[in-house]
């Protein structure tokens, strides 16, 4: 039985750490494509790439269209549903640098996202302009 619960509810859409890096991956680092995905540096399986490719798009976080100058490969685009999340994304650096200061991010980034939230995530918005 499912609960009411906001957190609960959030966790059914990206509760796991898979889900949330290719949600990193498109919204911070621009990748669009599955291969691009498979070489991200935390080395995710074939197997639960593409599982987690569908069950993000069938729950409305990501799209996908056939790339034009490659018909045979899918591109891969946040919706609306998944830059909203963009917000958690920085949230969450901000609180693993206040942990870990040996994080691959600086501490100048970290003080922009605290001071100027909302143009780091007009920054990242612009570039997903699709």
Partial sequence: MRSNCPISYALDFFGDKWSLLIIRDIALEQKRFYKDFQNSKEGIATNILSDRLK????????????????????????????????????????????????????????????????????????????
């Fill in 55 to 130: 069950k993000l798009e069938n729950n409305g976080i990501i799209r996908s269209a056939v790339y034009e100058k490659k018909k045979t490969q899918k591109e891969y685009f946040l919706t609306q549903k998944g830059k909203d999340l963009i917000p958690i994304l920085l949230e969450m650096i901000v609180w693993s640098y206040k942990y870990d200061k040996e994080l691959n991010i600086t501490e100048e980034f970290v003080e922009k996202i605290k001071t100027n939230r909302s143009d780091v995530i007009d920054y990242f918005l612009a570039l997903l302009e699709d």
